[in-house]
């Protein structure tokens, strides 16, 4: 249904009308209103805050730092991403340290940059 519909607005949610959660043809799906809407957006910032903290721990704290737990591994960009920030801010990294730190990275918050 979210495919063939668009979009499931906010505050509700897909319902199978026989019961049957097996059963996905168009014609047992429907939308209904959700007592509690799962705040969806806000999730997705708070995860990607704390994915962004947990760099930031790594980056200054190295073995030491204080992970945030239960929060999916970073993507790549969010370490690019603040590489590139602290360079603009003038920053510098040797390129031996830029990979240890990817090493570190891969390691403790399980980051696939490629290394």
Known sequence: MGNAFGKIP???EV??????????????LSLRKTDNPFPTEEF??????????????VLLEGDNAQLIDDVPP????????????LISQGWS????QLLALQSKMKILLEMDLCI
Do not use: C
Request: zero cysteines; glycine letters at 4%.
């Open 44 to 57: 997705q910032i708070d995860v990607s805050n704390a994915q962004v903290t947990n760099v930031l721990s």
């Open 93 to 96: 990294i040797k390129e031996d």
């Open 74 to 85: 970073p993507p790549k960009k969010a370490f690019e991403n603040i590489i590139s920030s």
């Open 15 to 28: 319902y199978h009308i026989n019961g049957n959660v097996l059963d996905n043809r168009d014609a047992n």
């Open 10 to 12: 906010d505050g509700h």
